[in-house]
């Protein structure tokens, strides 16, 4: 079936184009699912270089660990086409895409490309929301419009802080009071969501600049991807749990008990930077060397510490799963050390 909203001459179809690794799960009931026509915007200025399709279905997929991109549409201010802002159609609006949680079965994903607490809307742009939403009211998908802060369980989220009456004012007699509202400070404890990773909730720098570092050390035990719906985390209450306050010092590397080295470390390298990699690596489980002489180790960056390495990162460092120790690695080494109190 072809919708109108696919004869519109801004709209590119891109299903099936962008980086993926498998397919969302299909609506229960098909399309007629739909009730919520749900509107984000990417949080990623303008004049970004990653403010593109591409880099967002790179990022769901290898930092989410998500199957495709988030988005059903997304609209972009940056690509002109007929006078108007580009849409593309990314994700089949049949798929229950993880964009909001447990109510992915009932809305559907539009993004609009930019971070509305600073950027304008253009007319090229406002002009395709109209269209679009004109559209998809004409084929009969979705009752209502929300921001991604107006459903339920994501009213922290930081991702619509735009006004949409403003944007849908000459079509809109009337919508969903509150879409325009800032959201609210992040509950103390979070109860996860369908496709939530904790990549995915704190994304960026996080909400009241909580990042996954912090969810990890306060989390202590929990692996970021295997998440399982209703747990309880701990998400207010892990604001600075690994991140410094602004203005404090850090502490040197030697008053760690496990320092861990800089720079990059890779298979055949020797020496007590490598001797350091995997004391923190047994510290935590990951070197199970267990019946070698001093836990094997011996600073020498063989197979067993290739693939404790490669282990640590398929948990905690998605999308860069190569047995190699860098800095993303390091970073999140030291988040679980510290929140192993060591």
């Not at 419009?145 to 922290?156: A, I, L, R, V």
Request: charged letters at 20%; proline letters at 6%; one cysteine or more.
């Amino acid at each position: 079936m072809t919708y109108k909203f696919q004869q519109l001459p801004q709209l590119v179809d891109k299903r099936g184009k962008l980086p993926s690794k498998g397919s969302y799960n299909k609506r229960a009931n098909g399309v007629k699912s739909i009730t919520t026509r749900v509107w984000h915007h990417s949080l990623t200025k303008l004049s970004a270089g990653g403010s593109n399709i591409v880099a967002f279905a790179n990022f769901h997929v290898d930092t989410n660990g998500w199957p495709e991109i988030a988005y059903h549409l997304i609209i972009d201010p940056n690509t002109i086409i007929n006078g108007k802002a580009a849409i593309y159609y990314c994700v089949d609006i049949s798929k229950r895409s993880y964009h909001v949680g447990n109510s992915n079965t009932i809305g559907l994903g539009i993004c609009v490309i930019g971070d509305y607490r600073t950027d304008k809307l253009s007319k090229a742009t406002t002009a395709s929301i109209i269209d679009l939403r004109n559209a998809l009211i004409k084929d009969g998908i979705g009752k209502y419009d929300k921001s991604h802060n107006e459903m339920p369980g994501y009213s922290w989220k930081a991702c619509c802080v735009y006004d949409y009456n403003k944007a849908f004012k000459d079509i809109l007699e009337s919508i969903a009071p509150g879409s325009s509202q800032k959201p609210s400070s992040p509950p103390d404890l979070y109860t996860i969501q369908e496709g939530d990773t904790f990549w995915s909730i704190a994304e960026k720098d996080g909400p009241a600049g909580i990042t996954v570092d912090d969810l990890i050390v306060a989390n202590p035990g929990v692996a970021p991807i295997k998440l399982k719906v209703g747990q309880t985390i701990k998400l207010g209450q892990a604001q600075y749990c690994y991140t410094p306050k602004p203005g404090t010092l850090k502490q040197p590397q030697s008053t760690y008990r496990y320092p861990l080295p800089s720079g990059v470390l890779k298979k055949c390298a020797r020496g007590e930077s490598v001797r350091q990699l995997q004391a923190a690596l047994a510290a935590v489980h990951f070197y199970p060397n267990k019946n070698a002489k001093n836990n094997g180790v011996d600073g020498i960056y063989g197979n067993d510490t290739e693939d404790a390495v490669r282990r640590f990162q398929s948990v905690y460092v998605l999308g860069q799963i190569d047995g190699i120790y860098g800095p993303r690695t390091k970073s999140k080494l030291q988040a679980v050390l510290k929140s192993n109190g060591q």
